[in-house]
């Protein structure tokens, strides 16, 4: 008993650890508020910034466990298509304005290979990500299943068909 209750233990702090390291829960406060403005000021996003967040964002998955491992197929087969794209070309590749309008021009960008459809579902899995790492620090007593379906239907569900809805149900 007191074993497991260790290991409990160690794996919260792993989550913590993982969850302080990806910095995406905020509280609301004068630190994001200067966050938002210095993104503002940026005009391109880079390619590098958001793969680096995703990156940290499998982290945290891999410390949740095998709950959430469509999610984190799905993130891991769009960071490589970016990475894939960005190692033919970094310089020209290094925003994420870059990749689109490229993609735009090529007619490509609805595709599903995309990388703009890369970036696309990347940035709406951070989006569920957050919401469900913000619920579990603020509501404990919930299930973690209630806490998926209730991130999920927030922030996913508006974009997937049935079928896909159906792997973030518990």
């Not at 000021?41 to 990156?55: N, Y």
């Not at 970094?90 to 994420?96: F, H």
Request: proline share 2%; glycine share 2%; net charge neutral.
């Amino acid at each position: 008993m007191e074993k497991k209750r260790k290991e409990m233990e160690k794996a919260k702090s792993g989550l913590r650890l993982a969850m302080e390291e990806l910095c995406l829960c905020s509280s609301g406060d004068e630190k994001e508020e200067q966050m938002q403005v210095k993104a503002q000021e940026q005009p391109r996003s880079s390619t590098m910034d958001l793969l680096s967040v995703s990156e940290q964002l499998l982290r945290v998955l891999d410390e949740i466990g095998p709950t959430l491992l469509v999610l984190r197929q799905d993130i891991q087969q769009n960071i490589q298509r970016l990475q894939d794209l960005l190692e033919t070309d970094s310089s020209k590749y290094a925003s994420l304005t870059a990749i689109v309008t490229e993609e735009v021009e090529q007619g490509t960008v609805k595709k599903t290979k995309s990388c703009t459809r890369a970036i696309i579902w990347l940035s709406r899995s951070i989006s569920f990500s957050k919401c469900l790492l913000e619920r579990l620090l603020k509501a404990p007593e919930l299930s973690l299943s209630e806490i998926v379906e209730e991130a999920y239907a927030k922030t996913l569900k508006p974009w997937h068909g049935w079928i896909s809805s159906a792997a973030y149900k518990q």
